[in-house]
């Protein structure tokens, strides 16, 4: 079935500074979404980036599908970021796998 | 608003006991989720359905079951709850399709004791 692996598992920054998170997927994907989940929060949706480039505020997602993976770019990076960002696959069965995500910690 | 619920959002029951988790949607979408969420686990899908009475186990269906009688609401059921079904529980819906995004509830976080 189809895996999902992110990386970095962390990453730890200065606030200003830009991240640059990575998603690669093992199967065909007809849709991808980046997650944003505060500790202890519900998953927010960011991006929705099957292929292509989009772009929303600070945020930037590239995703190659013939190379079966996505990455999420972070701007100037503000305290407020810090938590997991998660990556999801779907597939034509609407089923949808999660990485395990990337834990963004924005020191001030 | 677009907006999916859960009730209850924190709940301790003892094993043994049966738990009713519910989840509601005001947006039509005719898919919808529960995940659980584990420490080092990430989200595992419990069940997935497609419509009313149209339910599909998804990787990890044993000791749960769901009903599905109206399209804006998913309730997960727990017969005799157990000690390694503690977690955070989430609810997702989505519109049925190849690009679908799907859209979270606030989750539920069960401790049985």
């Known amino acids: 079935g189809q895996q999902v692996q992110q990386s970095p598992a962390s990453l730890v920054l200065q606030e200003g500074e830009n991240a640059e998170l990575q998603c690669n997927f093992s199967s065909t994907a007809t849709q991808l979404q980046w997650f944003y989940q505060s500790p202890g929060g519900s998953l927010v949706s960011l991006l929705s980036?099957?292929?292509g480039t989009k772009h929303t505020g600070r945020l930037t997602s590239t995703t190659v599908t013939k190379e079966r993976r996505s990455s999420l770019h972070i701007s100037s990076s503000q305290t407020t970021d810090s938590g997991t960002y998660l990556c999801?696959?779907?597939?034509?069965?609407?089923?949808?796998?999660f990485g395990t995500g990337t834990r963004l910690q924005v020191l001030p | 608003d677009m907006k999916v619920t859960q009730m209850p959002r924190y709940l301790i029951k003892r094993m043994g006991e049966n738990v009713l988790l519910e989840c509601g949607q005001d947006m039509s979408h005719e898919t919808m989720y529960w995940y659980r969420q584990d420490p080092g686990l990430g989200l595992q899908l419990i069940y997935i359905s497609y419509d009313v009475d149209s339910n599909s186990e998804g990787d990890i269906p044993k000791g749960y079951r769901v009903s599905r009688k109206k399209r804006e609401h998913f309730s997960l059921i727990l017969d005799s709850a157990k000690t390694n079904q503690t977690s955070v529980y989430f609810c997702a819906s989505s519109l049925t399709g190849t690009y679908a995004e799907q859209f979270f509830g606030p989750g539920t976080r069960l401790t049985v004791l």
């Open positions: 999801a696959i779907s597939s034509n069965t609407n089923k949808v796998v």
């Open positions: 980036n099957p292929s």
